[in-house]
């Protein structure tokens, strides 16, 4: 039996106040991991009756409402040599990053679940492709290098306990970076000298630095700190809907919104965040270029409508 997406249901049911089953019942590591591994697995036999779906399960494919009979209910073939799994047993979810097969291709993936009362009741996707649209839209492709995903990927650990810290300061360590763009300034981010950032397994790091900007990185090379100024926008619509605090690692997703006039296109992504010690070690994004009539996040607070223009022209 298939659970496509049932117009004007939430994405779980509600019941009353008062009620003994209004609670999620609680899912631990091990229930959100088969949950995770039932999912992925019935998506690739391109059979939803496999996977626990609550009715009213909604799901997105790069921030487009898809259905339980489109999307990589019908393109995804398997996983790939690159899997990492991450849970968060606070807010019952459950994360995939990645390398798959899609359309008979090799792509960078990541899936976001939520999980409550032993169900399903969100998917959230975000997948490369070489070759998709880049940053000015037609005409230019997306960054991509599987090799380098594949050669320095997100971290799989297990934290010691006395090392761990609590959530809402992995938050705020990871806010800091966003914060950071948006201020211009990579001296505001609380991450460690030499901190990697891979785009689609792309590096956008490790590059030499200009004359004048040796403060722009770490030992004379850029890091997950640098270039902030070029980048010229804000960070919209951040959301942290999944803290690993055995593996220390914070799931991120934002909209990256241009300034006014400015020809880039929006980046919508969703990011894989190891902190050490207080600091970021690694970031690892799965994103992609939206056009710009396309609703980002599609997902609350915004739930598709948040921007919904181009962006406009300077005004005089």
């Known amino acids: 039996m298939k659970f496509p997406y049932l117009a004007g249901l939430g994405a779980a049911l509600v019941l009353p106040l008062g009620s003994a089953q209004a609670q999620p019942v609680s899912c631990d590591r091990a229930c959100l991991r088969s949950t995770l591994d039932a999912f992925l697995a019935a998506v690739i036999a391109k059979d939803p009756a496999r996977a626990p779906l609550a009715i009213g399960f909604r799901q997105t494919q790069n921030a ?32 995939f990053f990645g390398i798959v097969t899609d359309n008979g291709t090799q792509a960078v993936a990541s899936v976001r679940l939520q999980v409550r009362n032993g169900k399903i009741t969100e998917g959230e ?75 689609n397994g792309f590096p956008a790091f490790g590059g030499p630095l200009k004359p004048g900007q040796e403060q722009d990185g770490f030992q004379g090379k850029q890091d997950c700190t640098s270039g902030y100024p070029t980048l010229g926008g804000l960070v919209a ?55 710009p009539d396309q609703p980002l996040p599609n997902w609350p607070p915004y739930d598709g409508n948040f921007p919904l223009i181009t962006n406009p022209s300077p005004t005089k």
């Open 125 to 199: 996707w975000h997948i490369a492709h070489e070759g998709d649209p880049g940053i000015y839209g037609k005409g230019s492709k997306v960054v991509f290098n599987l090799a380098r995903l594949a050669a320095d990927p997100p971290p799989e650990r297990v934290v010691a306990p006395d090392q761990r810290l609590p959530r809402e300061t992995l938050v705020a360590v990871v806010n800091s970076y966003f914060d950071g763009i948006v201020a211009e300034n990579g001296r505001a981010v609380l991450a460690h000298g030499g901190c990697t950032r891979y785009e």
């Open 237 to 291: 619509a951040r959301r942290y809907p999944l803290i690993d605090e055995e593996a220390q690692v914070v799931l991120a997703s934002a909209v990256f919104v241009r300034k006014a006039g400015d020809p880039r296109r929006r980046n919508h992504f969703m990011e894989v965040f190891g902190v050490d010690a207080g600091r970021i070690r690694s970031v690892h994004a799965a994103m992609f270029y939206a056009p």
């Open 64 to 95: 487009r409402l898809t259905l339980t009979d489109a999307g990589v209910w019908k393109t995804l073939s398997s996983l790939g040599p690159l899997q990492r799994r991450y849970f968060d047993v606070v807010t019952g979810n459950a994360a």
